[in-house]
C-alpha cells in the first residue's frame, strides 16, 4: 500500500541526476615531480609483445598484456586492446576521447595530435587535465595533468597513460618514456 497520500503505482523515490564533478584547483607547490636522477628500467610484457622504461621503485601491478607503475599521485599505465586500424587524430576523438571523459573524473581535454617517434612508431597523443581519485583516508584530490598515446600493431593498440600532479615537471621523464615504447 502506498503511503498516504500518494497515488498507487508512484514512487516514493524521486530521480536523482548526478552532478558533475568540478575540477580541483592546482596545488601551489606540486608534488610529483619525477626527479632528474631518477633511475629507469625496462619492463617487457611477453603477453603483450611490448617494452617500455618506468622508474625504478615504483609499485607495479600487472594484469594479462596490461601494467601499471605508481608512485603517489604519480603514474604510467600501459592497456593493450584488440584493433582492426591504426587510430588517426579523428578516430581518437570519436571513440578514445569520449570514453577518457566518460571513465575519468573532470576531464578537460586540451589537445589531440599525432607524433612521430623516433622508433619510427607514429602515437596519437591526447593531452588532458583530470582530477585524482579521492585519498581513500583524508578525501583529498589534487588536479592531474595527463597524456596518454596510443600506439598501434597490426590487431593491437596499446595506450600509455602518464599523469602526475598539475604543474608538475616531468617533460624529460615523459618524454623518455613515451619514446621508449617498443613492439616487440
Same mark, same amino acid.
Given at each position: 500500500m502506498p503511503?498516504?497520500?500518494? /497515488?498507487?503505482?508512484?514512487s516514493s523515490? &524521486?530521480?536523482i541526476s548526478p552532478t558533475p564533478e568540478k575540477p580541483v584547483e592546482p596545488e /601551489?607547490?606540486?608534488p610529483g615531480d619525477i626527479p632528474d636522477s631518477q633511475v629507469f628500467v625496462t619492463y617487457k610484457?611477453?603477453?603483450?609483445? !611490448?617494452?617500455?622504461?618506468?622508474?625504478?621503485? $615504483?609499485?607495479?601491478?600487472?594484469?594479462?598484456t596490461d601494467v601499471k607503475y605508481v608512485d603517489k599521485f604519480d603514474g604510467e599505465q600501459v592497456?593493450?586492446?584488440?584493433?582492426?586500424?591504426?587510430?588517426?587524430?579523428?578516430?581518437?576523438?570519436?571513440? &578514445?576521447?569520449?570514453?577518457?571523459?566518460?571513465?575519468?573524473?573532470?576531464v578537460k581535454v586540451k589537445n589531440v595530435t599525432s607524433k612521430k617517434m623516433p622508433s619510427g612508431l607514429t602515437a596519437i597523443c591526447v593531452v588532458y587535465t583530470s582530477n585524482s581519485a579521492p585519498d581513500p583516508v583524508t578525501n583529498k584530490q589534487v588536479r592531474l595533468d595527463n597524456v596518454t !598515446? !596510443? !600506439?598501434?600493431?597490426?590487431?593491437?593498440?596499446?595506450?600509455l597513460t602518464l599523469w602526475a600532479p598539475q604543474g608538475?615537471?616531468?617533460?624529460?621523464? $615523459? /618524454?623518455?618514456?613515451?619514446?621508449?615504447? /617498443? $613492439?616487440q
Open positions: 503511503p498516504a497520500g500518494e /497515488k498507487p503505482g508512484a523515490e &524521486q530521480a /601551489k607547490n606540486p610484457s611477453s603477453q603483450g609483445m !611490448y617494452s617500455i622504461q618506468a622508474p625504478e621503485g $615504483w609499485a607495479r601491478s600487472e594484469s594479462g592497456v593493450v586492446t584488440p584493433a582492426t586500424t591504426a587510430p588517426t587524430v579523428m578516430s581518437v576523438n570519436q571513440e &578514445q576521447v569520449p570514453a577518457v571523459e566518460k571513465a575519468g573524473r573532470a !598515446y !596510443y !600506439y598501434y600493431m597490426t590487431g593491437m593498440l596499446a595506450a608538475a615537471d616531468n617533460v624529460d621523464q $615523459w /618524454k623518455l618514456i613515451s619514446e621508449s615504447f /617498443k $613492439w
